[in-house]
């Protein structure tokens, strides 16, 4: 495994309130962290200054050369006078072939149950613009996929659509949720950003709301914090080794279509 991001003694503060400081991380190719923490505890502001879209006060933020990255904000940019087939087509690289830019939006389409492809995205729901956003950063084929919030405005079907699509993308993850399932079903390790600093979380997020709540884990907490720990262990190795035939069934569906 590879470094796609790290970052170094980064430190931000919003007035003379300290947001953290001194914060190291990096970020492995193929891996799903997921970005826990309470609210204003800086967990947003943190995948903005990795995104490159904010600037931390202190610190250093290095990426492997060339990395694609991809963004999915709270607030989504959709312009609003293009159908949804031409946002995503408009998010694939020019040199594509028509053929294949037809194949893959058809997929991506399919993938997140747009029922009116030709729908302007002025006329969207909240729930359908968060599809259509996350869909259009994920067509794009980016190494590293930054996501705050996802499941905000997103209905049940969307959201198990989004876990599916999830599940079967080859790059890494960094995921901001309040979401337990998505949570649960997506990151294979938790960092909790708390008191000014970013740690390793044991167990998941019902262990770390549970103690918070009681102030402690409880006496069983620990062989079940291990097992899940295991179990997201054994997903995140089982996800590797059945990349190349993902990939390779992702080249079948664009050869069979075409």
């Known amino acids: 495994m590879s470094v796609l991001i790290s970052c170094q003694s980064l430190s931000k503060s919003f007035g003379a309130r300290p947001l953290f400081e001194g914060i190291n991380l990096g970020i492995e190719d193929d891996e799903r962290l997921g970005l826990i923490g309470p609210n204003g505890s800086g967990k947003s502001t943190l995948l903005k200054i990795l995104a490159g879209t904010e600037k931390p006060d ?3 933020v290095s990426a492997k050369r060339g990395l694609r990255m991809a963004v999915v904000d ?5 312009p609003g006078n293009m159908t949804v087939t031409e946002v995503l087509s408009s998010a694939l690289a020019p040199h594509i072939d028509e053929m294949e830019r037809y194949v893959t939006v058809e997929i991506m389409l399919a993938q997140v149950g747009f029922p009116d492809p030709l729908q302007l995205t002025s006329n969207l ?6 599809r259509l956003a996350i869909a259009r950063e994920m067509i794009r084929d980016p190494e590293l996929l930054l996501l705050d919030e996802p499941t905000n405005h997103l209905d049940i079907d969307a959201r198990d659509a989004l876990v599916k699509a999830l599940a079967e993308f080859e ?3 960094l995921l901001i949720s309040h979401d337990p399932y998505l949570v649960d079903l997506v990151a294979d390790r938790l960092l909790l950003v708390a008191g000014g600093k970013v740690t390793a979380l044991e167990g998941d997020l019902e262990s770390y709301a549970a103690s918070v709540t009681e102030g402690s884990a409880s006496s069983g907490g620990g062989s079940r914090d291990n097992s899940r720990k295991t179990n997201k262990q054994e997903k995140a190795a089982a996800r590797s080794k059945t990349a190349p035939l993902r990939q390779a069934v992702k080249d079948a ?6």
Request: charged fraction near 30%; aromatic fraction near 4%.
């Open 171 to 173: 790059g890494a993850v």
């Open 74 to 78: 709270q607030q989504d940019d959709l």
């Open 253 to 258: 569906e664009l050869r069979l279509a075409k």
């Open 125 to 130: 729901s909240g729930g359908w613009r968060k």
């Open 58 to 60: 202190a610190g250093t």
